[in-house]
C-alpha cells in the first residue's frame, strides 16, 4: 500500500519480511562467520534497518529450534549456528509434520507433489540410509542436530532392544 509523504510524493512502505525468511537470512550471515559471533555483529552484517532486540528474538526463536547454540549467561553472548539454511528447511519439516495426526498422508501428500528428480533424489536418500546402504552413520532420516535418537531426531515404530 502506498501512502503519501510529507511532501506530497508516494512512499511504498519497507515489505515485511516473513519469520522463517529472517532466520534464513540470520543462519546465512552466521554461516559466514570463522568462530561464535555476537548479536551485533550479525545485525552489522545484516544491514537492513533490523532492530537490535529484532535479531536477539530471531537467534532465540533459532536456539529454541536447535539451529543455533548460544554461549555465555552474561554479556557478550555468543551465537554460532548448528544448522544451515538447509538444516534449518528440515528442521521446520519435521516440526510441521510431528504437529499432525496422520503422519502417513502428509508424507504420502509431500511426496504425490514432488517433481520426478526430487522424488527420484529422495529415494536416492532413503536407501543410503538404510544398514547396508552405503549412507554415513548418522547421516539419515531419524538423526537429528543432536545425532540420532537426539532431540532433533525422528520417532520410530521399532521396539527398544
Not at 538447509?86 to 514432488?114: C, E, I, P, T, Y
Not at 549412507?135 to 538423526?143: D, E, F, I
Request: glycine share 16%; charged share 25%.
Amino acid at each position: 500500500m502506498d501512502t503519501e509523504g510529507a511532501g506530497g510524493e508516494r512512499e511504498t512502505p519497507a515489505r515485511r519480511r516473513g519469520q522463517g525468511e529472517l532466520e534464513a537470512q540470520v543462519l546465512s550471515v552466521l554461516g559466514e562467520a570463522t568462530e561464535p559471533v555476537t548479536a551485533a555483529w550479525v545485525l552489522e552484517r545484516l544491514g537492513s534497518g533490523l532492530s537490535y532486540s529484532t535479531v536477539i528474538t530471531i537467534l532465540t526463536r533459532l536456539h529454541a529450534k536447535q539451529a543455533v547454540t548460544r554461549t555465555g549467561r552474561g554479556r557478550p553472548v555468543l551465537w554460532q549456528p548448528v544448522a544451515n539454511e538447509a538444516g534449518l528447511a528440515a528442521l521446520r519439516m519435521r516440526s510441521l509434520l510431528d504437529k499432525q495426526r496422520d503422519r502417513d498422508a502428509v508424507l504420502a501428500g509431500f511426496v504425490s507433489v514432488l517433481s520426478a528428480d526430487d522424488e527420484e533424489l529422495l529415494r536416492s536418500l532413503l536407501a543410503e540410509s538404510e544398514p547396508g546402504g552405503g549412507g554415513a552413520p548418522g547421516s539419515g532420516p531419524g538423526t537429528g542436530p543432536d545425532g540420532p535418537g537426539g532431540p532433533g531426531a525422528a520417532p520410530t515404530d521399532r521396539p527398544e532392544g
